[in-house]
């Protein structure tokens, strides 16, 4: 679980300068008293220096929409997400649904996908990966409480069943209640804490999952989860360490089907930090 990705607080400090000219560029305003606009705030200072531990969560919380952002920004299908980022709530502690929220997803799996080498882009349902066989598509789920799961994968395996095969990938921090920052000596034990939180969830929803597997609605479901993690080895201020399990069951579902969703799994093996 070491970090793909590291950056200063000066470094962070530029990325307003590069997410404003594309919200300009796509004529999309953003509104002064939006949170989208306080997490330009906040990175604009960070180069000034940050000091308390809630002071370092906000920043590493705007840090992460930013640069999401700016990691895609060269998307031909963008604007839409920009828009509903631009417009929504981005609270990460809200226990409401946000399309904004869903759209930080979106882009930061994004953007995590393509860490590990795969081709993949914006589009419907949410992103599609470039697969030897052709077109791979993804459904992205932001959970904000367990109240809205269900109606959630039956949306997203819809999504996908109408256009060909693939998988649903749920976002689950939010649902989370771990407190953040994790204060820890190893990485090892963030990724322990997050895999309990995947494995909890998962063994409570085996028998949906495996409904949908056995009748070749979905290829398979991928769960993940991040936090932030203060971890004393790192030598860092704070780290966002994101753990994934990729959910399927060779014995229940279609050769083809197990053997395009292990090929999606193996491709994305590794953490992202």
């Not at 997490?39 to 992460?64: F, I």
């Not at 959970?143 to 998988?167: D, E, M, P, Y």
């Not at 704070?238 to 060779?250: E, I």
Request: aromatic letters at 8%; glycine letters at 6%; charged letters at 25%.
């Amino acid at each position: 679980m070491s970090p793909e990705i590291v950056n200063t607080y000066e470094q962070i400090s530029q990325l307003p300068a590069k997410v404003l000219p594309l919200f300009a560029k796509h004529n999309i305003d953003i509104d002064p008293d939006s949170d989208l606009q306080k997490m330009l705030d906040r990175c604009a200072l960070a180069g000034q220096g940050v000091y308390s531990s809630a002071d370092k969560l906000e920043v590493c919380r705007a840090q992460r929409v930013l640069l999401a952002i700016v990691a895609c920004s060269d998307e031909p299908e963008i604007k839409e997400p920009l828009n509903r980022i631009a417009s929504s709530n981005l609270d990460f502690c809200s226990t409401e649904h946000s399309l904004g929220q869903d759209a930080v997803f979106e882009l930061e799996f994004l953007q995590y996908v393509r860490h590990r080498g795969l081709t993949a882009r914006l589009g419907e349902p949410d992103i599609i990966v470039s697969a030897p066989f052709g077109d791979y598509f993804v459904a992205c789920k932001c959970i904000n409480s367990l109240a809205n799961f269900k109606g959630q994968l039956r949306s997203g395996t819809s999504q996908v069943k109408k256009l060909g095969h693939g998988c649903v990938a749920f976002n689950l921090e939010r649902q989370s209640k771990l407190i953040q920052p994790l204060k820890v000596e190893q990485a090892k034990e963030v990724k322990a804490i997050l895999d309990a939180e995947l494995s909890e969830f998962y063994a409570h929803n085996t028998e949906r999952f495996n409904r949908l597997l056995v009748d070749g609605s979905l290829d398979g479901v991928v769960l993940q989860i991040s936090c932030f993690a203060d971890i004393a080895e790192s030598g860092l201020d704070l780290n966002v360490c994101t753990h994934t399990v990729f959910y399927s069951r060779q014995n229940l579902q279609g050769g083809e089907a197990h053997d395009r969703f292990d090929g999606f799994r193996q491709s994305m093996r590794g953490q992202m930090g």
